[in-house]
């Protein structure tokens, strides 16, 4: 099959290029938008990331010219229009919790980069300053972490947590409170807001879930709270949180994502006020934030597990639809 690949990145082709298949991929810099659908012509399925535009009228051109399945090879797929999918009779195919230590790892990166202050002093030290004045930072032991959302990403997060010896509340908005960890204390939202010294987003994007954490959530948590969010920008209230950040009542934010992130982020401006977006401007000049461009699953390890998932996707479709072998590529 042909497959269109768009956003492809130096680390995309690298990846797909060590999977053995069939197919014809055809590797494009560019997002896939209104302008650029009609390079996909002929290509049975596209391979699109998050930050791609898979709206209405991008899946008719694409059904136009003859592509049956859209692969997000992401978990975030809030950018596809599945109504339109449906009705043009495309096939919309994405990752749930792939690369769960790649992105729990990230997120336990973070943590330890706010709580022990290095990104400030990494600037000192870069300007020849060596004093440790304001750098005191906190431990983990013993703190009460919350985690919202306890599946394989979740799962993973706890089980590192709980090597630095921390105290772990676990909530899942699916109500499951078997997650075969008796270590994790499985409760309500705002018994977990008002418990945690430190919560970590690892929840789905859905009617349910947007926002998680809002103006009241962030008036419910303790004084002080390190909140962490590797899951979804929609997950938090930006203007809230900034409002939160400003009053003291939030001690650090860091995240690997932001709710406008689509036009913002795999893209290079010249200074930070160029960006075109001053909520996000107004949350990068609070102190105690620490924002990463979307790269939690970005590991050799997580790539070539994408590439491989994306591969075996179309290679079942193709099959499927085929009449063939429902074979998967190992």
Known sequence: MKVAIFSAQPFDTDAFKGIGHKHDLIFLSGRLDRDSAPLAKEAGAVCV?????????????????????????????DNVDFRAAERYGLTVKWLPGFAPHA??????????????????????VRQGDFTLEGLAGSNLYEKTVGIIGMGRIGRAFARIMLGFGCKLLGHDQRGDADTGMPEVEIVSVDELLKRSDIISLHCDMNQFTIPVI?????????????????????????????????????????????????????????????????????????????????????????????????????????????????????
Do not use: C, W
């Open 103 to 124: 992105i729990a790892e990230h997120a336990a990166a973070l943590l330890l980069s706010v709580t022990r202050k290095i990104p400030l002093a990494l600037e000192r």
């Open 49 to 77: 990331t998050p930050t791609d535009i898979v709206d209405a009228p991008v899946i008719r051109v694409l059904a136009s010219g003859r592509t049956s399945l859209i692969v997000v090879r992401s978990s975030f797929f």
């Open 214 to 330: 809002d103006q009241a959530a962030l008036k419910a948590v303790k004084p002080g709270l390190v909140l962490l969010n590797t899951a979804g920008g929609q997950l938090v209230d930006t203007k809230a949180l900034v409002k939160a950040l400003k009053e003291g009542r939030i001690g650090a934010y860091a995240a690997d994502v932001y709710q406008n992130e689509r036009d913002i982020f795999q893209r290079k401006f010249d200074s930070p006020d160029k960006i075109p977006d001053p909520l996000l401007i107004s949350l990068l000049s609070q102190p105690g934030v620490l924002l990463t461009p979307h790269l939690g699953f970005l590991t050799a390890e997580a790539m070539h597990q994408v590439a491989r998932t994306v591969i075996n996707e179309i290679t079942y479709y193709e099959n499927l639809t085929g009449g063939t072998t429902d074979r998967l590529m190992i």
